[in-house]
């Protein structure tokens, strides 16, 4: 670990944490569904496409109930438990899928 990343996990909450790892899951779940390739090029975003990925992804996360415990297929890891995810966390996700992007 380089002094960057440590700096950037220090302090953090393990629910931030899990909330960048279901970020990272459900974006990878869009991609492979989407045929994207896994890794993410510059040149897919390039000019205004950034903003129809996100309003693409947005729309298709909207439209679904997606469990609040999900697994790599957005299936509930326990299924007796039907909290589904509330629209405040799919955009802290989408946000955290931006972040991602940046780096």
Known sequence: M????????LGRAQ???SHDTSAQKLFRYYR????LPEKMSADEFAGEKLQ????TAGNYFANRC??????????????AN????????LLGCMGQHLLYIRK
């Open 32 to 35: 492979r569904i989407k045929q």
């Open 2 to 9: 380089n002094f960057a990343s440590a700096v950037r996990e």
């Open 52 to 55: 129809e990925y996100i309003l």
């Open 82 to 89: 039907l909290h589904c995810l509330v629209p405040q966390t």
């Open 66 to 79: 997606i469990a609040r415990n999900f697994n790599e297929n957005l299936e509930a890891i326990n299924p």
């Open 15 to 17: 629910s931030t944490i």
